[in-house]
Nanobody, 123 residues
Framework: VQLQASGGGLVQAGGSLRLACAAS????????MAWFRQAPGKEREFVAA????????SYAGSVKGRFTISRDNAKSTVDLQMNGLKPEDTAVYYC?????????????????WGQGTQVTVSS
């Protein structure tokens, strides 16, 4: 599967952004989908994941209650709605797909990656 992320940009603290990830191929519904992010000088970290049926989601503690992951299997898309953005949310955001079980949060456990989209939150 090929992934294309979009929607990043510059926003003030407290603002919102919606990231989108479009997938190619007809097997999108067989993948667990997730968003990760990588800030300058830091390791890539898990942000959120959604299972194949979109009936279970999980979040990193730092974004819980502010970010919402969703997917549309008919459109082969996965979105990340980000509200209440903070300067520490500044990072390159990546969408990722896992051809396996749900509940994994480490980047090496995901098989396919998009190119990343920059999110910058000013204070």
């Amino acid at each position: 599967v090929q992934l294309q992320a979009s929607g990043g940009g510059l926003v003030q603290a407290g603002g919102s952004l919606r990231l989108a990830c479009a997938a190619s191929g007809r097997t999108f519904g067989t993948y667990v989908m997730a968003w990760f992010r990588q800030a300058p000088g830091k390791e890539r970290e898990f942000v959120a994941a959604v299972n194949r049926n979109a009936d279970s989601t999980s979040y990193a503690g730092s974004v819980k209650g502010r970010f919402t992951i969703s997917r549309d299997n008919a459109k082969s898309t996965v979105d990340l709605q980000m509200n209440g953005l903070k300067p520490e949310d500044t990072a390159v955001y990546y969408c990722a797909a896992r051809n396996g079980g749900y509940g994994y949060t480490r980047d090496h456990e995901y098989n396919y990656w998009g190119q990343g989209t920059q999110v910058t939150v000013s204070s």
